[in-house]
């Protein structure tokens, strides 16, 4: 199945529509392999997978929509101790419960409409919300680059 052209690098396994009436994908990577956290190698020795990541994503036909994830992991045989690292795909934050492509969307509805309208509108938390505004801010300001807050004169 293709039509998730948003979310490259899956295959969509299971379609479930929830007596809510949300949408529940379950995908699973398409990519081989990670770079070991420690050493930076390509690795591709399979090493289970994590816990299933539960992403709000963008809604079709109105309804909400849940792309589940168990990511794979790898282990590298070079590093001592034989490290494994998490694969993550580049449409999700792993501390995000949203896809990239949700907050993006969630950034859109905030223009001149207030944290309150969004979250009803999206059937999302106030929090929720908030969150994709923080993880806006930490993405798009360069923080090791402002050095000097104190010449600002707070
Ligand atoms: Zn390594």
Aim: contains cysteine; proline residues 4%; hydrophobic residues 35%.
């Amino acid at each position: 199945m293709r039509y998730h052209s948003d979310i490259p690098d899956v295959e969509i396994e299971n379609v479930e529509l929830t007596k809510k009436g949300d949408i529940i994908l379950t995908v699973v990577s398409t990519v081989e392999g990670t770079h070991c956290h420690k050493c930076g190698r390509e690795i591709s020795k399979p090493y289970g997978h994590g816990k299933m990541i539960k992403l709000r994503h963008l809604s079709i036909l109105g309804m909400n929509v849940y792309i589940h994830i168990r990511p794979v992991r790898y282990q590298c045989t070079s590093c001592a101790g034989k490290p494994v690292t998490t694969q993550i795909l580049n449409w999700y934050n792993p501390r995000s419960p949203h896809t990239k492509a949700y907050d993006n969307h969630i950034l859109l509805e905030m223009v001149n409409s207030t944290v309150e309208d969004v979250s009803i509108k999206e059937d999302l938390g106030y929090e929720a919300v908030m969150g994709s505004l923080y993880r806006h801010i930490d993405t798009e300001v360069n923080w090791d680059g402002i050095k000097r807050l104190d010449v600002i004169g707070l």
